[in-house]
């Protein structure tokens, strides 16, 4: 089946400007993550949506970093007033309700959207 | 979650059995070890994960020692495309829920020469 899309793959902005990023996780899946990778850098964690819980906004960056999720279903990254720091390849995943000895937690990974800040 | 530590780098030949190492000296009762792998330019893989027992599937075999406090990933046949950086992650999993967030370490880049 389908896996985790992201879109678009790369983009360029100026400094200043607003993005979105945006994330279609896997059918049916109810976990999704927002993540950043910085050249030569290890995986980041920023966001979690989980159902319609609240969601876990712990590693969001600044006040500039905000996401969605609607319908339980797609999601939006939305970097404002973007920085050359905000520079990154960010990561979506999604994962589902499984039982502990069917991957349970196992997260699967789109392509990334590339950003770069002129 | 429980914080990992990887060696920074390691190498190993073609054809030969890659045997990475994790420490996770703090690891609770509750908490599995995941390993994922990313290879350039690609999103995360998952690749293996268990609790106490060791684990074994198509892609590798996971031997945790009996306290729990270090594992080792293990790929039997290392070829020229399992060159990439390998995370290992521990973490709770509650039965039948969506995982909560995953906190990636920095990883170990392995290489396999030919």
């Known amino acids: 089946g389908a896996g985790v899309s992201q879109s678009p793959s790369n983009k360029v902005t100026e400094k200043g400007k607003d993005v979105e990023l945006r994330c279609d996780p896997i059918?049916?899946?109810?976990?999704l993550y927002w993540y950043r990778q910085s050249l030569g850098q290890g995986l980041e964690f920023l966001i979690y949506?989980?159902?319609?819980?609240?969601?876990?906004k712990s590693g969001l960056p600044s006040d500039r970093f905000s996401a969605e999720r609607t319908g339980g279903s797609v999601s939006t990254l939305t970097i404002q007033r973007t920085q050359q720091e905000d520079s990154a390849v960010y990561l979506c995943a999604s994962s589902s309700r499984r039982g502990v000895g069917q991957g349970a937690g196992e997260q699967y990974f789109g392509p990334g959207t590339r950003l770069t800040v002129t | 979650d429980a914080k990992t530590t990887q060696p920074t780098s390691m190498d190993c030949a073609e054809g030969r059995a890659a045997n990475l190492p994790c420490n996770h000296s703090?690891?609770?009762?509750?908490?599995?070890v995941y390993w994922y792998r990313q290879i350039h330019s690609q999103g995360p893989q998952y690749i293996i994960h268990g609790l106490k027992n060791n684990e074994t599937n198509e892609m590798a075999s996971l031997i945790i020692t009996e306290d729990r406090k270090s594992s080792t990933l293990i790929l039997p046949h290392a070829t020229l495309r399992d060159t990439a950086v390998y995370y290992c992650i521990v973490r709770v999993v509650i039965p039948y829920s969506s995982a909560s967030k995953i906190i990636f370490g920095s990883g170990t880049r392995l290489s396999i020469r030919p």
């Open positions: 059918s049916g899946h109810t976990a």
């Open positions: 949506f989980q159902g319609n819980s609240a969601p876990d």
């Open positions: 703090t690891i609770s009762g509750n908490e599995y």
